[in-house]
């Protein structure tokens, strides 16, 4: 009756897109939890639904351990760690301190990754990567040199005209990051000649070298999908 | 004498752009309407236009009912349907009552949608986006679960020192959506060394899953146009 | 001794890029003239250059005249007006009022339009927005019912909440032009549960909608590249 | 025992990893030095890394300089330079005066090039501009001239509106540049209708002449890319 996939997995059919649908509501639960005003019922329904969804997990876990061919392998596995990580705070909150219990609570975040088993989203991407990953070093290292040259240079200019904004040279940096990608918080901007100059340059430049990397991995996804057509029409039998 | 498509519906020919453009008209005049400081002679002038509109919507949905080879199918259709519902807030708003006709009016929005009517342009995007349907959803798993942890990291490093800006998570989430898209629009920012480190490495990962669509889907536009080519050629004879 | 190109009009050989040095310097002076704490020094120096800059062009414009082959083909073309238009306004500033003359300053702009000339660029840039021509309008189309839906979207989900923000349905319209442009300036953003969740989708479908195009130029551009390479091979002697 | 490269010039293997980690840590040091509020205790461990990270360059310099083979190749070099440039500073400190010091302090930056000895990086990123160069020239002047016109143009629009925020065209370039790079600083904006429509209409032009070389440096690396594998392919032996 059970399923399971080509490793001796059990897989959960359609059953699999409900847990997923209780993995959204958990997260959904956890970002209420935190609204600051809530009265004693809302406290306890958000309560509630995180004792419902941890029930769920703790039960696929155990489902999981008890129906697995390679019991050990899907333990001690990626997914299988994700799985007991993501159950575990709750239980241990209970168990050692009610108040520390909100620390590990962040560990919850990562059943979030529990999506990843479900889809084929993260292998396909995973190729992409392999594929331009040389190019994507090569932008990491370019684009982090740009940001540091950036930020030193605005101190420069900028950290006598405004010492309260640009009060270090890390103040600088946040201001390359927030600007090379072109986010503009708008929190600290440069208010002499030579500073917009400069930042009219450092944009010039400095676009190119953060904005490619996307057109790298764009082309590189499409490519992976390619690769993934031929790989199938290869396993198809001739016509 | 009254001109057809190949599904029997009517085609008004150059009559058409005219439909479009008062579409366009009514549309700007609803955005004068809401102007706060209007003169009762200039609130008299948004009236009429509005009634001259709606007057051409009428005559065009009636001639269309009445000339329509397969009427019902027309009636009930998706242009048929949105054709009603694009004129029917303005006479419903007599009948019932002059003050709830505001709530009405904004259905008269679907209008725009008869624009679709005309072009090609949504049959081309819409083969474009089967195209790249499949990465399409995976940017969008892939961009929400990015949202989720960079709005969940930001509330946990700057909700103390900013409580009044990070009030709960959901203003955190609402930083990464304006952050991710690189709009940043400067209500909330981190000051924190943790929270801008952070930053830099969310948008350092971020900005690819974000950006990367958009490549996909104009690489997909221009295969569907060449399809498009290519079908035309099939159909029309050898030279 | 004059060299022509091949449609008989002047061409000045390497005096062509001293007129473009002097269009961009007659640029800057125009900028520096709205400077609001000059000198009486400064304005001297401000008004020498704009009298050198249109002593060049002067010269520059009777020269093309005189040595012109196809005369009244050139007076009457695209750049013999735009020479003129250029020049004018400094002469007819003399001859009915200085004051009116700031007015007519503005058309001096025209004579950017001069770099036109000497180079290739927009010949080819031409080349590549033809390829994308039905494209661009498309996405012009698509771009203007988003920004539409956006800031009526927007209006009538803060108009309550921010009366003085988003005044009108004009307000939102502009809110949402820099909002789905990704410049984010920050002088109005959305406040409530329900415009920050709006945005949220606006952005995601309306990003796409906007960066798409720039994709088609980009291809559109290698392409016409790619023609032009061949054409030049294709008249160039077989080897 | 001492190897070398293709030039003959000094190869540290497994030591150059070292080096450029000593190198990210100077330029952090450098960034940590401008803190405001560091403690006596602080400021020594600062000024005592800086003293270690000197030690490492000087002494690399000197290796560098005893075991090259081709010994005035490397002193007077590009990388000689730099590499002597990078500690220089430090030095004729100490020689000439201490207060001084900040201002070579500056060349110190230089060290950050020496990164570029060490990866490919550069290499191809030179070999994708010079296939792109032609485009990249061409969207040069196209940008400045569209800034040029959209800073002139919201001048005109907003300097008797604001004429506190857009006081000179200057400030109305440095809108420009923010604006048409997307990042929004938010520092000056229009408040007028006439400069609202305008940047509507600037922003739905300009964005494709800023946004497009991205796309053509993407194109032109992935082809650098695979004219190295070709070139890789053809120096090895055949099967």
């Known amino acids: ?41 809302q ?3 958000v309560r509630s639904i ?4 941890i029930s769920v997990f703790t039960l696929e876990y155990l489902f999981r351990v008890a129906f697995s061919r390679q019991r050990s392998k899907y333990i001690f596995g990626f997914f299988g ?5 993501s159950i575990l705070p709750f239980f241990l909150g209970f168990a050692i301190d009610l108040r ?7 560990l919850r975040l990562f059943r979030i990754l529990k999506l990843a088993r ?3 989203a993260i292998r396909r991407f995973h190729r992409a990567f392999v594929i331009s990953r040389e190019e994507l070093v090569l932008f990491a290292v370019s684009a982090s040199i740009m940001i540091y040259l950036a930020g030193v240079g605005i101190y420069y200019f900028e950290h006598k005209a405004q010492p309260e904004v640009f009060r270090s040279m890390f103040d600088g940096l946040w201001w390359a990051v927030a600007t090379l990608t072109t986010v503009g918080f708008g929190d600290c901007y440069p208010i002499t000649a ?5 930042t009219f340059f450092i944009l010039i430049i400095g676009l190119g070298i953060i904005a490619v990397p996307t057109g790298l991995v764009a082309s590189a996804l499409s490519k992976a999908r390619l690769e993934e057509d031929k790989d199938e029409n290869d396993n198809s039998p001739p016509e």
């Open 194 to 198: 030579g500073g917009r100059l400069f």
């Open 118 to 120: 479900y889809s084929r």
């Open 50 to 53: 995180e004792v419902f969804t």
């Open 1 to 41: 009756m059970i399923q399971r996939d080509a490793k001796g997995q059990v897989y959960l059919g359609k059953w699999e897109l409900l847990v997923q649908a209780v993995i959204v509501i958990s997260l959904l639960d956890f970002a209420f939890e935190t609204l600051p005003d809530l009265s004693v019922a």
């Open 81 to 85: 760690i994700i799985d007991l990580i």
């Open 100 to 106: 520390s219990l909100r620390a590990f609570r962040m």
């Open 43 to 45: 406290q306890l329904i």
